[in-house]
T-cell receptor, first 112, second 113 residues
Framework: GESVGLHLPTLSVQEGDNSIINCAYS??????FIWYKQESGKGPQFIID?????DKRQGQRVTVLLNKTVKHLSLQIAATQPGDSAVYFC???????????FGTGTLLAVQP | DVKVTQSSRYLVKRTGEKVFLECVQD?????MFWYRQDPGLGLRLIYF???????EKGDIPEGYSVSREKKERFSLILESASTNQTSMYLC????????????FGPGTRLTVL
């Protein structure tokens, strides 16, 4: 929504640069992780997911890295474009819960 | 493409009113979810349903109820709206286990005066 970007950590990058958005997850038993993108006025859209038996997964211009040792997840966006400007959420699931737990999000601002 | 639609994009209600938020998905998904989204708090799960007439409480069910009479439709009900329920409400659906990718609707921005 329009006000989702308020009070969020912000990453500002130049168009064409690579972006890295980080996420610390909370449950060491989580075994499924997703990144979502939310543009202003829209609902979250799936970008990429990864299961805990993998360290890395690549999509089109995006890569997700999972470090289970330190419970850290990152999303790398190559050659960032103005259309990548949005709030990015990570979510974790698995373990004792059948629900996804969402992070608070990071606002990516792409400067032309 | 999966489509999740929500009945209203913007809604303004008064304190004490009964409010219905409707969500419909067209991909025959078993699971449906209602979240609220507030600045700085991310998405918080209110209720979810993994089958018709089945429901489970999420993390913040107080003040809300849900109804799932048909597989494609999941309704969120605020029995007596309060100002602290002013928020963005997001509906989502998924197939298979709850851990599969969730597809979201566009959201309903509810303001309670």
């Amino acid at each position: 929504g329009e006000s989702v970007g308020l009070h969020l950590p912000t990453l500002s990058v130049q168009e064409g640069d690579n972006s890295i958005i980080n996420c610390a997850y909370s449950n060491s038993a989580s075994d499924y992780f997703i990144w979502y993108k939310q543009e202003s006025g829209k609902g979250p859209q799936f970008i990429i997911d990864i299961r805990s038996n993998m360290d890395k997964r690549q999509g089109q211009r995006v890569t997700v890295l999972l470090n289970k040792t330190v419970k850290h997840l990152s999303l790398q966006i190559a050659a960032t474009q103005p259309g990548d400007s949005a709030v990015y959420f990570c979510a974790e699931g698995g373990g004792a819960t059948n629900k996804l737990i969402f992070g608070t999000g990071t606002l990516l601002a792409v400067q032309p | 493409d999966v489509k999740v639609t929500q009945s209203s994009r913007y809604l303004v209600k008064r304190t004490g009113e009964k409010v219905f938020l409707e969500c419909v998905q067209d991909m025959d998904h078993e699971n449906m979810f209602w979240y609220r989204q507030d600045p700085g708090l991310g998405l918080r799960l209110i209720y979810f349903s993994y089958d018709v007439k089945m429901k489970e409480k999420g993390d913040i069910p107080e003040g809300y109820s849900v109804s799932r009479e048909k597989k494609e439709r999941f309704s969120l009900i605020l029995e007596s709206a309060s100002t602290n329920q002013t928020s963005m409400y997001l509906c989502a659906s998924s197939s298979g286990t709850s851990l599969d990718e969730q597809f979201f609707g566009p959201g309903t921005r509810l303001t309670v005066l």
